[in-house]
């Protein structure tokens, strides 16, 4: 009886030596300097990237805007290196011909034959009626000055002796066609201008794209009424005078009268302050009965309670 104590002390050890030998797992210690550090760098190398990042793209802006200005320079040349010729297509000027002694030999008995035979030299959507002739007229000769750009619009320009009421009057047209290798297009129809002269110069203006139309009445009205003044400015000034209402002035010295500017073909596109407006407006060659329909578009900027034209085009 007395061994049982000391068996207990026994078994007592055993398990005390036996919880010593096991060896409790070692507890992860977090170091936080290092973590911070990784953080950081970590946060150095993004931003770094995306320096990086901008900068490429402001150098790929850069190379592009310099292709453009260069695009822009190289067709520049190629139209000055083309104005005053025909060497487009030698049959430019035999098209543009039978074109303009179509178009200018009217009889208003033969009204609609009229239209059958102009129709198929004009784009799809440049439609013609017998109500743009109202006047007997014949072409007597036509001689082309030579073809250059406006707008990247192919145009060529014809001297033309027109036999109205058995009198006959001297003008100048400018023709904007189109071309794809040997098919042609006439894309607007003829307006009176000034003559180029012998290095064939380009002129700047060009048309804007179609926008939306402007829903203030009163700023349409305005508008209007400026397009009406600017008009009749237009065809009875000296380019001199037009450089007051015009950045590239340009004026046909009473070469034609107005005779009238259509509302209902009027549009006004763009803003209040930059409004475009496109419209068709009847002439008369100064002197004679030839009647003429042009269209007009002008790119203007509200100056006080009027208008400044910045871009000027006829089709």
Not at 100 to 116: A, G, L, M, Q, R
Not at 195 to 207: E, K, L, M, N, T
């Amino acid at each position: 009886m007395r061994g049982l104590p000391k068996l207990k002390t026994n078994f007592e050890y055993k398990m005390r030596k036996k919880i010593k030998s096991e060896k409790l797992p070692k507890s992860h210690i977090v170091d936080l300097r290092r973590v911070r550090l990784v953080f950081f760098i970590g946060l150095i190398v993004v931003i770094a990237y995306c320096v990086l990042l901008v900068f490429r793209t402001g150098s790929v802006i850069k190379q592009n805007h310099t292709l453009k200005e260069q695009v822009v320079k190289l067709n520049t040349k190629l139209d000055k290196s083309s104005a005053g010729t025909t060497s487009y297509n030698p049959i430019v000027g035999q098209y543009l011909g039978a074109f303009i002694t179509n178009y200018y030999t009217f009889s208003t008995d033969k009204s609609s034959e009229w239209v059958k035979s102009v129709q198929p030299y004009l784009a799809k959507d440049l439609l013609v009626t017998n109500s743009l002739n109202t006047t007997n007229s014949k072409l007597v000769k036509a001689k082309m000055n030579g073809v250059f750009t406006v707008d990247s619009v192919r145009t060529a320009q014809f001297e033309i002796t027109l036999s109205v009421n058995d009198k006959q009057s001297d003008l100048v047209v400018n023709v904007p066609y189109a071309q794809d290798n040997d098919k042609l297009t006439v894309v607007g129809l003829p307006y009176v201008a000034n003559a180029i002269d012998s290095v064939g110069q380009v002129a700047s203006s060009r048309f804007s794209k179609i926008g939306k139309q402007v829903n203030d009445s009163e700023v349409r009205e305005r508008v209007q009424k400026f397009t009406k003044q600017f008009a009749q400015k237009y065809v009875s000034s000296s380019t001199k005078d037009m450089s007051l209402l015009m950045s590239n002035p340009v004026g046909l010295n009473g070469a034609v009268d107005l005779v009238s500017l259509d509302d209902s073909s009027m549009r006004v596109t763009g803003s209040e302050s930059n409004p475009v407006v496109t419209a068709q407006m009847t002439v008369q060659i100064h002197d004679t009965d030839i009647k003429q329909v042009q269209t007009i578009r002008l790119e203007l900027k509200k100056q006080s309670a009027t208008y400044f034209v910045t871009k000027f085009l006829q089709a």
